[in-house]
């Protein structure tokens, strides 16, 4: 059997990273928030001021799996993290040991990094992914709430006058 590889995503790869984000948003019920097109994630993932990095997984030479992710900073730490957005495996590649290989790999970069930790969110409805995140050490973080302003909401919060 062959071996998982795990490879830092080229440009050549939007295709493969936009199909995935679509089939882990169908698997989320999420499919109707999908607003990413190959050309927007193509510029912020590799143009010239890219805004977040992504690993491919691929099993004999073909991509199974991704994970996008970004820094982001500990002010009590006073270092940097590496934040999951997504990680995804195509539901037939599952059991081959991708979604491992994923994290082993972003655990690798955090060190590398100086990252003082890796994080991500997960849907509280989600046992599966619960359950292996468990198995590999993961805690939850359950005393925090994830808050988020975007759309109309956003915009009205950007035009109040500071101070």
């Not at 040991?97 to 970069?109: D, E, T, V």
Request: aromatic share 10%.
């Amino acid at each position: 059997m062959s071996k998982v590889i795990i490879r830092d995503a080229q440009s050549t790869d939007i295709d493969a990273i936009a199909n995935f984000i679509l089939a882990l948003a169908d698997y989320e019920k999420l499919a109707h928030e999908v607003k990413a097109d190959r050309e927007t994630l193509a510029r912020y993932l590799f143009g010239p001021r890219p805004m977040a990095e992504v690993l491919i997984a691929e099993h004999d030479g073909a991509p199974i799996g991704f994970a996008l992710f970004f820094h982001n900073f500990s002010t009590f730490e006073g270092r940097p993290g590496l934040y999951l957005e997504d990680l995804f495996v195509l539901p037939e590649a599952r059991g081959l040991g991708a979604g491992k290989a994923l994290l082993a790999r972003l655990a690798q970069l955090a060190i590398a990094r100086d990252c003082a930790r890796l994080e991500w969110s997960v849907l509280d409805w989600n046992g599966p992914a619960i359950a292996f995140y468990r198995a590999l050490g993961a805690r939850p973080m359950d005393e925090w709430t994830v808050q988020r302003v975007d759309g109309d909401v956003l915009s009205a919060l950007a035009s109040h006058p500071a101070g």
